[in-house]
Protein backbone atom coordinates (compact mmCIF):
# COMPACT_ATOMS: atom_id res chain seq x y z
CA UNK A 1 0.00 0.00 0.00
CA UNK A 2 1.37 3.43 -1.07
CA UNK A 3 0.44 6.42 1.00
CA UNK A 4 -1.33 8.88 -1.69
CA UNK A 5 0.50 12.28 -2.22
CA UNK A 6 -0.13 16.08 -2.70
CA UNK A 7 0.57 14.72 -6.29
CA UNK A 8 -1.78 12.39 -6.31
CA UNK A 9 -4.94 14.68 -5.22
CA UNK A 10 -3.16 17.19 -7.76
CA UNK A 11 -3.46 15.08 -10.49
CA UNK A 12 -6.90 13.90 -10.08
CA UNK A 13 -8.12 17.43 -9.44
CA UNK A 14 -6.02 19.50 -12.42
CA UNK A 15 -8.29 17.31 -14.81
CA UNK A 16 -11.08 19.40 -13.33
CA UNK A 17 -11.00 23.03 -13.98
CA UNK A 18 -11.74 22.81 -17.76
CA UNK A 19 -15.17 20.53 -17.68
CA UNK A 20 -16.15 23.10 -14.59
CA UNK A 21 -15.67 26.06 -16.74
CA UNK A 22 -18.65 25.06 -18.29
CA UNK A 23 -20.95 25.90 -15.14
CA UNK A 24 -19.48 29.41 -14.67
CA UNK A 25 -20.83 32.98 -15.69
CA UNK A 26 -19.72 36.26 -15.02
CA UNK A 27 -21.83 38.29 -13.27
CA UNK A 28 -23.52 41.01 -15.34
CA UNK A 29 -23.87 43.60 -12.79
CA UNK A 30 -20.58 43.38 -11.06
CA UNK A 31 -17.64 42.59 -13.40
CA UNK A 32 -15.70 41.91 -10.73
CA UNK A 33 -17.70 38.86 -9.81
CA UNK A 34 -18.23 35.22 -10.85
CA UNK A 35 -19.75 32.33 -9.93
CA UNK A 36 -19.47 28.52 -10.34
CA UNK A 37 -23.54 26.98 -10.90
CA UNK A 38 -26.71 28.58 -10.47
CA UNK A 39 -25.59 31.33 -7.57
CA UNK A 40 -28.76 30.61 -5.85
CA UNK A 41 -29.35 31.17 -2.30
CA UNK A 42 -28.56 27.95 0.14
CA UNK A 43 -26.99 25.54 -1.99
CA UNK A 44 -25.70 27.11 -5.24
CA UNK A 45 -24.05 29.97 -2.70
CA UNK A 46 -22.16 26.18 -1.37
CA UNK A 47 -21.33 24.58 -4.55
CA UNK A 48 -19.49 27.85 -5.47
CA UNK A 49 -17.97 28.16 -2.45
CA UNK A 50 -16.38 24.41 -2.84
CA UNK A 51 -15.71 25.38 -6.04
CA UNK A 52 -13.21 28.26 -4.56
CA UNK A 53 -11.77 25.50 -2.82
CA UNK A 54 -10.91 24.13 -5.70
CA UNK A 55 -9.67 26.25 -7.80
CA UNK A 56 -7.73 28.07 -4.76
CA UNK A 57 -5.78 24.67 -4.05
CA UNK A 58 -4.98 24.50 -8.06
CA UNK A 59 -3.88 28.42 -8.70
CA UNK A 60 -1.40 28.40 -6.02
CA UNK A 61 0.09 24.81 -6.11
CA UNK A 62 3.48 25.08 -7.40
CA UNK A 63 3.62 21.97 -9.29
CA UNK A 64 0.02 22.81 -11.09
CA UNK A 65 0.29 21.38 -14.69
CA UNK A 66 -1.28 23.88 -17.13
CA UNK A 67 -1.58 21.94 -20.04
CA UNK A 68 -3.59 18.97 -18.03
CA UNK A 69 -5.56 21.92 -16.67
CA UNK A 70 -6.89 23.40 -19.87
CA UNK A 71 -5.84 26.86 -18.76
CA UNK A 72 -3.34 28.86 -17.38
CA UNK A 73 -2.20 29.43 -13.56
CA UNK A 74 -3.83 33.12 -13.95
CA UNK A 75 -7.05 32.22 -15.38
CA UNK A 76 -7.50 29.36 -12.08
CA UNK A 77 -6.59 32.29 -9.63
CA UNK A 78 -8.94 34.76 -11.10
CA UNK A 79 -11.93 32.39 -10.79
CA UNK A 80 -10.77 31.73 -7.50
CA UNK A 81 -11.06 35.42 -6.50
CA UNK A 82 -13.71 36.38 -8.08
CA UNK A 83 -15.95 33.20 -6.88
CA UNK A 84 -15.22 34.17 -3.68
CA UNK A 85 -15.91 37.66 -4.06
CA UNK A 86 -19.49 36.44 -5.35
CA UNK A 87 -19.27 34.63 -1.89
CA UNK A 88 -18.78 37.11 0.43
CA UNK A 89 -20.86 40.34 -1.78
CA UNK A 90 -23.67 38.35 -2.05
CA UNK A 91 -23.89 37.49 1.86
CA UNK A 92 -26.47 39.72 4.07
CA UNK A 93 -23.27 41.86 5.56
CA UNK A 94 -22.33 42.55 2.05
CA UNK A 95 -23.52 44.92 -0.96
CA UNK A 96 -25.01 42.99 -4.03
CA UNK A 97 -27.36 39.77 -3.90
CA UNK A 98 -27.30 35.92 -5.23
CA UNK A 99 -28.56 35.34 -8.64
CA UNK A 100 -32.47 34.67 -7.15
CA UNK A 101 -32.48 38.39 -5.77
CA UNK A 102 -31.89 37.42 -1.92
CA UNK A 103 -28.76 37.40 0.09
CA UNK A 104 -27.46 34.11 2.09
CA UNK A 105 -26.52 33.86 5.67
CA UNK A 106 -27.81 33.60 9.20
CA UNK A 107 -29.29 29.84 8.48
CA UNK A 108 -28.50 27.29 10.32
CA UNK A 109 -26.31 25.87 7.41
CA UNK A 110 -24.80 28.80 6.40
CA UNK A 111 -21.52 27.88 8.04
CA UNK A 112 -21.00 24.85 6.06
CA UNK A 113 -20.32 26.34 3.24
CA UNK A 114 -17.91 28.60 4.76
CA UNK A 115 -16.18 25.94 6.83
CA UNK A 116 -15.57 23.68 3.21
CA UNK A 117 -14.36 27.03 1.29
CA UNK A 118 -11.43 28.00 4.35
CA UNK A 119 -8.97 25.99 3.02
CA UNK A 120 -9.41 27.58 -0.37
CA UNK A 121 -9.53 30.96 1.42
CA UNK A 122 -6.24 30.24 3.41
CA UNK A 123 -4.74 28.82 0.08
CA UNK A 124 -5.47 32.35 -1.42
CA UNK A 125 -4.36 34.53 1.94
CA UNK A 126 -1.41 36.35 -0.16
CA UNK A 127 -3.76 37.42 -3.70
CA UNK A 128 -6.71 39.12 -1.14
CA UNK A 129 -6.69 42.85 -1.46
CA UNK A 130 -7.58 44.86 2.11
CA UNK A 131 -11.08 44.97 0.27
CA UNK A 132 -10.95 41.08 0.52
CA UNK A 133 -9.84 41.02 4.08
CA UNK A 134 -12.07 43.60 5.27
CA UNK A 135 -15.56 41.91 3.46
CA UNK A 136 -14.11 38.26 4.56
CA UNK A 137 -13.83 39.67 8.48
CA UNK A 138 -17.30 41.29 7.97
CA UNK A 139 -19.15 37.96 6.71
CA UNK A 140 -17.54 35.72 9.15
CA UNK A 141 -18.19 37.96 12.42
CA UNK A 142 -21.78 38.67 10.86
CA UNK A 143 -22.09 34.33 10.75
CA UNK A 144 -20.84 34.19 14.74
CA UNK A 145 -23.05 36.97 15.99
CA UNK A 146 -26.20 35.10 14.33
CA UNK A 147 -25.10 31.62 16.11
CA UNK A 148 -25.22 33.31 19.37
CA UNK A 149 -29.09 33.28 19.62
CA UNK A 150 -29.48 30.30 17.69
CA UNK A 151 -30.35 27.22 19.51
CA UNK A 152 -28.05 24.28 20.16
CA UNK A 153 -30.44 20.83 20.16
CA UNK A 154 -29.57 17.65 20.80
CA UNK A 155 -32.13 14.25 20.26
CA UNK A 156 -31.20 10.46 19.64
CA UNK A 157 -34.14 10.50 17.22
CA UNK A 158 -34.45 12.20 14.33
CA UNK A 159 -38.20 12.58 14.51
CA UNK A 160 -38.31 14.44 17.99
CA UNK A 161 -36.93 17.00 15.64
CA UNK A 162 -33.45 17.98 17.35
CA UNK A 163 -31.10 15.50 15.85
CA UNK A 164 -28.38 17.96 15.06
CA UNK A 165 -25.12 16.98 15.75
CA UNK A 166 -23.33 17.55 12.09
CA UNK A 167 -24.75 21.12 12.02
CA UNK A 168 -23.66 21.79 15.99
CA UNK A 169 -20.34 20.92 14.67
CA UNK A 170 -19.76 22.97 12.06
CA UNK A 171 -21.41 25.83 13.89
CA UNK A 172 -19.01 25.22 16.77
CA UNK A 173 -16.39 25.02 14.10
CA UNK A 174 -16.79 28.44 12.47
CA UNK A 175 -17.38 30.19 16.26
CA UNK A 176 -14.19 28.46 17.14
CA UNK A 177 -12.61 29.77 13.83
CA UNK A 178 -13.46 33.37 14.25
CA UNK A 179 -12.16 33.44 17.95
CA UNK A 180 -8.85 32.33 16.22
CA UNK A 181 -9.05 34.82 13.23
CA UNK A 182 -10.03 37.90 15.08
CA UNK A 183 -8.34 37.40 18.83
CA UNK A 184 -8.45 41.08 18.99
CA UNK A 185 -12.59 41.15 19.14
CA UNK A 186 -14.52 41.62 22.39
CA UNK A 187 -17.23 39.06 21.81
CA UNK A 188 -14.32 36.38 21.86
CA UNK A 189 -15.77 34.96 24.75
CA UNK A 190 -19.42 34.71 23.72
CA UNK A 191 -18.07 32.73 20.94
CA UNK A 192 -16.08 30.68 22.17
CA UNK A 193 -18.58 29.97 24.92
CA UNK A 194 -21.19 29.07 21.90
CA UNK A 195 -18.58 27.04 20.26
CA UNK A 196 -18.27 24.47 23.38
CA UNK A 197 -21.79 24.21 23.36
CA UNK A 198 -22.17 23.40 19.85
CA UNK A 199 -18.99 21.47 19.84
CA UNK A 200 -19.83 19.45 22.99
CA UNK A 201 -22.98 18.39 21.63
CA UNK A 202 -22.08 17.04 18.19
CA UNK A 203 -21.04 13.89 19.04
CA UNK A 204 -22.77 13.87 22.02
CA UNK A 205 -24.54 10.56 24.29
CA UNK A 206 -26.61 10.41 26.96
CA UNK A 207 -23.94 9.23 29.58
CA UNK A 208 -22.48 12.47 28.71
CA UNK A 209 -25.31 13.97 31.18
CA UNK A 210 -23.69 12.92 34.01
CA UNK A 211 -19.98 12.65 33.19
CA UNK A 212 -18.05 14.84 35.90
CA UNK A 213 -14.68 15.45 33.34
CA UNK A 214 -14.24 18.56 32.76
CA UNK A 215 -13.73 20.33 28.96
CA UNK A 216 -12.99 23.67 29.01
CA UNK A 217 -13.56 24.95 32.44
CA UNK A 218 -16.78 22.67 33.06
CA UNK A 219 -18.42 19.35 33.82
CA UNK A 220 -18.95 17.81 30.50
CA UNK A 221 -22.69 17.48 32.17
CA UNK A 222 -22.60 21.09 31.96
CA UNK A 223 -22.01 21.25 28.52
CA UNK A 224 -24.59 18.80 27.73
CA UNK A 225 -28.03 19.62 25.82
CA UNK A 226 -29.15 15.85 24.63
CA UNK A 227 -27.78 13.08 22.92
CA UNK A 228 -27.53 13.09 18.82
CA UNK A 229 -26.17 9.74 19.11
CA UNK A 230 -26.65 6.96 20.91
CA UNK A 231 -24.56 5.02 23.39
CA UNK A 232 -23.24 2.57 20.45
CA UNK A 233 -22.48 5.70 18.49
CA UNK A 234 -25.05 5.03 15.97
CA UNK A 235 -26.62 7.86 14.32
CA UNK A 236 -30.46 8.13 13.67
CA UNK A 237 -30.05 10.91 10.51
CA UNK A 238 -32.63 11.86 8.24
CA UNK A 239 -34.95 9.10 9.90
CA UNK A 240 -32.23 5.82 9.65
CA UNK A 241 -29.22 4.86 10.42
CA UNK A 242 -27.04 7.20 8.95
CA UNK A 243 -23.46 5.93 7.69
CA UNK A 244 -22.75 9.37 5.92
CA UNK A 245 -23.56 11.49 8.33
CA UNK A 246 -21.31 10.01 10.64
CA UNK A 247 -18.94 10.57 8.32
CA UNK A 248 -20.07 13.85 7.62
CA UNK A 249 -19.90 14.77 11.34
CA UNK A 250 -15.79 13.84 11.73
CA UNK A 251 -15.33 15.54 8.52
CA UNK A 252 -16.04 19.29 10.23
CA UNK A 253 -14.02 18.40 12.94
CA UNK A 254 -11.13 17.79 10.47
CA UNK A 255 -11.39 21.40 8.69
CA UNK A 256 -10.98 23.25 11.79
CA UNK A 257 -8.17 20.77 13.26
CA UNK A 258 -6.34 21.10 9.85
CA UNK A 259 -7.03 24.96 10.10
CA UNK A 260 -5.32 25.19 13.68
CA UNK A 261 -2.63 22.33 12.53
CA UNK A 262 -1.75 24.96 9.58
CA UNK A 263 -2.22 28.49 11.71
CA UNK A 264 -0.29 26.66 15.04
CA UNK A 265 -3.63 27.65 16.73
CA UNK A 266 -4.42 25.84 19.69
CA UNK A 267 -7.72 24.11 19.27
CA UNK A 268 -10.71 24.47 21.09
CA UNK A 269 -10.63 21.83 23.86
CA UNK A 270 -14.19 20.37 22.33
CA UNK A 271 -13.58 20.14 19.30
CA UNK A 272 -12.21 16.45 19.70
CA UNK A 273 -15.49 15.34 22.14
CA UNK A 274 -16.04 11.80 20.93
CA UNK A 275 -14.25 11.47 17.70
CA UNK A 276 -12.28 8.16 18.58
CA UNK A 277 -15.10 6.78 20.05
CA UNK A 278 -17.55 7.67 16.62
CA UNK A 279 -14.18 6.33 14.28
CA UNK A 280 -14.18 2.93 16.44
CA UNK A 281 -17.36 2.07 14.92
CA UNK A 282 -17.33 3.88 11.34
CA UNK A 283 -14.29 2.09 10.45
CA UNK A 284 -15.87 -0.97 10.84
CA UNK A 285 -18.34 0.41 8.23
CA UNK A 286 -16.37 1.01 5.48
CA UNK A 287 -15.19 -1.84 2.82
CA UNK A 288 -11.61 -2.22 2.25
CA UNK A 289 -11.62 -0.02 -0.80
CA UNK A 290 -13.29 2.91 1.15
CA UNK A 291 -16.07 2.83 -0.05
CA UNK A 292 -18.88 3.70 2.84
CA UNK A 293 -21.14 0.36 4.11
CA UNK A 294 -24.61 2.06 3.65
CA UNK A 295 -26.32 -0.55 5.73
CA UNK A 296 -28.79 1.76 6.62
CA UNK A 297 -29.33 3.05 3.01
CA UNK A 298 -29.39 6.49 1.72
CA UNK A 299 -31.85 9.34 1.10
CA UNK A 300 -29.32 11.08 -1.63
CA UNK A 301 -27.63 9.43 -4.18
CA UNK A 302 -25.35 6.64 -3.24
CA UNK A 303 -21.54 6.82 -2.68
CA UNK A 304 -21.66 10.81 -3.75
CA UNK A 305 -22.27 13.56 -0.86
CA UNK A 306 -21.27 11.50 2.23
CA UNK A 307 -18.72 9.40 0.23
CA UNK A 308 -16.83 12.33 -0.57
CA UNK A 309 -16.00 13.88 2.86
CA UNK A 310 -14.74 10.28 3.64
CA UNK A 311 -11.21 11.82 2.60
CA UNK A 312 -10.79 14.55 5.17
CA UNK A 313 -12.24 12.14 7.57
CA UNK A 314 -9.86 9.56 6.70
CA UNK A 315 -6.97 12.39 7.17
CA UNK A 316 -7.61 13.78 10.17
CA UNK A 317 -7.51 9.83 11.76
CA UNK A 318 -4.74 9.14 10.40
CA UNK A 319 -3.50 12.64 11.25
CA UNK A 320 -4.94 12.95 14.72
CA UNK A 321 -5.70 9.75 16.28
CA UNK A 322 -2.55 8.07 14.68
CA UNK A 323 -4.71 5.19 13.26
CA UNK A 324 -2.74 3.23 10.08
CA UNK A 325 -6.07 1.53 8.94
CA UNK A 326 -7.22 5.08 8.01
CA UNK A 327 -4.08 5.90 5.50
CA UNK A 328 -4.87 2.45 3.96
CA UNK A 329 -8.55 3.52 3.52
CA UNK A 330 -7.64 6.75 2.03
CA UNK A 331 -5.53 5.04 -0.41
CA UNK A 332 -8.77 3.00 -1.59
CA UNK A 333 -11.05 6.02 -1.09
CA UNK A 334 -8.89 7.86 -3.92
CA UNK A 335 -8.44 5.11 -6.46
CA UNK A 336 -12.67 5.02 -6.62
CA UNK A 337 -12.15 8.81 -6.85
CA UNK A 338 -9.99 7.92 -9.61
CA UNK A 339 -11.76 5.11 -11.43
CA UNK A 340 -15.14 7.56 -11.53
CA UNK A 341 -13.10 10.23 -13.37
CA UNK A 342 -11.59 8.26 -15.77
CA UNK A 343 -14.86 6.65 -16.51
CA UNK A 344 -16.39 9.92 -17.24
CA UNK A 345 -13.69 11.27 -19.44
CA UNK A 346 -13.80 15.06 -19.32
CA UNK A 347 -12.21 15.17 -16.01
CA UNK A 348 -15.62 15.39 -14.48
CA UNK A 349 -16.89 12.75 -11.24
CA UNK A 350 -19.60 10.85 -11.32
CA UNK A 351 -21.15 12.05 -14.45
CA UNK A 352 -21.37 8.47 -15.95
CA UNK A 353 -22.94 6.92 -13.00
CA UNK A 354 -25.64 9.97 -12.59
Not at 76 to 93: C, K, M, N, Q
Not at 172 to 191: E, K, N
Not at 303 to 319: E, F, K, S, V
Amino acid sequence: MVTPSHLDYLRILERWPAYAERFWWNDPARPDLGCFGSGYNSWGVQTNQKYLGAMAVLATHPELDEAAAGCSREAILDRALRALRYSLATHVSGDHHCSDGTRWGHAWISALGIERMMHGVEALEEHLTDLDLAGLRRMLISEADALLAMEVQGTKWARDGGNKPESNIWNGAILARVCRMYPDDARVPDWMEKAHRFLMNGISIAADALDEREVAGRPIREWHVGPNFFDHYALDHHGYLNVGYMVICLSNIAFLHFACATHGWAPPESLHHHAADLWGLLKRLLFADGRLLRIGGDSRQRYCYCQDYLLPTLLYCAHYLDDAHATELEAGALDLIRQEQAASGDGSFHSRRL
